[in-house]
T-cell receptor
Framework: RKEVEQDPGPFNVPEGATVAFNCTYSNSASQSFFWYRQDCRKEPKLLMSVYSSGNEDGRFTAQLNRASQYISLLIRDSKLSDSATYLCVLLRAGSYQLTFGKGTKLSVIP | DAGVIQSPRHEVTEMGQEVTLRCKPISGHDYLFWYRQTMMRGLELLIYFNNNVPIDDSGMPEDRFSAKMPNASFSTLKIQPSEPRDSAVYFC????????????FGDGTRLSIL
């Protein structure tokens, strides 16, 4: 089983829609979790960290379920500018190495 | 503030040639990471440095790959000899500390080996 698994998509959603991505991980020793965003032919950029209690940043909500070993990202009121690939990322306890999922591609259409 | 600077942005060369990728991390950052991204395998960590010292190179695919960090502001990733399967986007990233800190990525080098 891969360490981090994501549905590659693409998710094609209309503007204003709510969309959610899940990501599962296999290593229960994973300590920290993040969502990165990567635009086409660009570098990955940190979108948000994921905290155990769940956290929100504007239209974006991230949640962590340690028991089921998955994290999620919810985007409300999607904008055209949200079109990108969203990478699920984890950091193992005691390690300085980030492990990236292959990403979920989102296309927001007018 | 200047971000992570990589050069060249694009490199096209014939197999068998030596390829050198360069990276200047953000000033003051003490961790530097080299990644490779392909459609098949996604983003993979090749090697990372802490205070110019290589810490983990287990991701380096084989002896044809080598990386150095002679000082806090410069690192190189070298492939010699290059092969077509090395074609990928190579990213350098840096961070201040590693845990809980975002990694700042450079624009990447698009490498094509013919």
């Amino acid at each position: 089983r891969k360490e981090v698994e994501q549905d590659p998509g693409p998710f094609n959603v209309p503007e204003g829609a709510t969309v959610a991505f899940n990501c599962t991980y296999s290593n229960s020793a994973s300590q920290s979790f993040f969502w990165y965003r990567q635009d086409c032919r660009k570098e990955p950029k940190l979108l948000m960290s994921v905290y155990s209690s769940g956290n929100e940043d504007g239209r974006f909500t991230a949640q962590l379920n340690r028991a089921s070993q998955y994290i999620s990202l919810l985007i409300r009121d999607s904008k055209l500018s949200d079109s990108a690939t969203y990478l699920c990322v984890l950091l193992r306890a005691g390690s300085y190495q980030l492990t990236f999922g292959k990403g979920t591609k989102l296309s927001v259409i007018p | 503030d200047a971000g992570v600077i990589q050069s060249p942005r694009h490199e096209v060369t014939e197999m068998g040639q030596e390829v050198t990728l360069r990276c200047k991390p953000i000033s003051g950052h003490d961790y530097l990471f080299w990644y490779r991204q392909t459609m098949m395998r996604g983003l993979e960590l090749l090697i990372y440095f802490n205070n110019n010292v290589p810490i983990d190179d287990s991701g380096m695919p084989e002896d044809r790959f080598s990386a150095k960090m002679p000082n806090a502001s410069f690192s190189t990733l070298k492939i010699q000899p290059s092969e077509p399967r090395d074609s990928a986007v190579y990213f350098c990233a840096s961070s201040l500390g590693a845990s809980f800190q975002p990694q700042h990525f450079g624009d990447g080098t698009r490498l094509s080996i013919l």
